[in-house]
T-cell receptor, first 110, second 117 residues
Framework: AQRVTQPEKLLSVFKGAPVELKCNYS??????LFWYVQYSRQRLQLLLR??SRESIKGFTADLNKGETSFHLKKPFAQEEDSAMYYC????????????FGSGTRLLVRP | GAVVSQHPSRVICKSGTSVKIECRSL??????MFWYRQFPKQSLMLMAT?????????EQGVEKDKFLINHASLTLSTLTVTSAHPEDSSFYIC?????????????FGPGTRLLVL
């Protein structure tokens, strides 16, 4: 079964501390993985995707097929990073459907 | 670019009535639109996939006669919650993909909060 697991509901860190939001997935083929972010009172927006291999707002995520993980990392958290983060998976069936994890709320304290 | 709008942003209705929610891609043509439902403090659950000019594909457990989806044009999809009941109260979000720049990415609407009394 296709599934995305985000084990942490809430992650609280101090400004300047490193951040790692965990994401594990279950999929039998080669999925495409995404991180979406939702800031307070704003719509969901794409943060990054694994095929782009880019860094957005200082965040990076590496797809580890062996561990079926796609953890989101940032070396120095900023207060403006506080938001809800969703990991999502899209399969190989060309339907472009997204399966979302349950989300992790990141709270960056001053 | 790639803006998706939803209307209304919130709606309150009486039990037994039907409610229509619109999802529009404002600056691109959306070949595919998706409808999600989000309960408080929970993740987005895909309800259905809507391709322009064809019938929507519903996810398992979603009643197609309850949640009518129409994707009549490349910029508009509608979700109609028929004979709404209190348990249908939720946050409904649409997303759209299509066009050269947006082909591989889903762009999300701001959501519609439905409260059924």
């Amino acid at each position: 079964a296709q599934r995305v697991t985000q084990p942490e509901k809430l992650l609280s860190v101090f400004k300047g501390a490193p951040v790692e939001l965990k994401c594990n997935y279950s999929y039998s083929g080669s999925p495409e993985l995404f991180w979406y972010v939702q800031y307070s009172r704003q719509r969901l927006q794409l943060l990054l995707r694994h095929i782009s291999r880019e860094s957005i707002k200082g965040f990076t995520a590496d797809l580890n097929k062996g561990e079926t993980s796609f953890h989101l990392k940032k070396p120095f958290a900023q207060e403006e990073d506080s938001a809800m983060y969703y990991c999502a998976l899209s399969g190989e069936d060309s339907s472009y459907k997204l399966i979302f994890g349950s989300g992790t709320r990141l709270l960056v304290r001053p | 670019g790639a803006v998706v709008s939803q209307h209304p942003s919130r709606v309150i209705c009486k039990s037994g009535t039907s409610v229509k929610i619109e999802c529009r891609s404002l600056d691109f043509q959306a070949t595919t639109m998706f409808w999600y439902r989000q309960f408080p403090k929970q993740s987005l659950m895909l309800m259905a996939t809507s391709n322009e000019g064809s019938k929507a594909t519903y996810e398992q457990g979603v009643e197609k006669d309850k949640f009518l989806i129409n994707h009549a044009s490349l910029t508009l999809s509608t979700l109609t919650v028929t004979s709404a009941h209190p348990e249908d109260s939720s946050f409904y979000i649409c997303s759209a993909r299509g066009g050269l720049a947006t082909q591989e990415t889903q762009y999300f609407g701001p959501g519609t909060r439905l409260l059924v009394l």
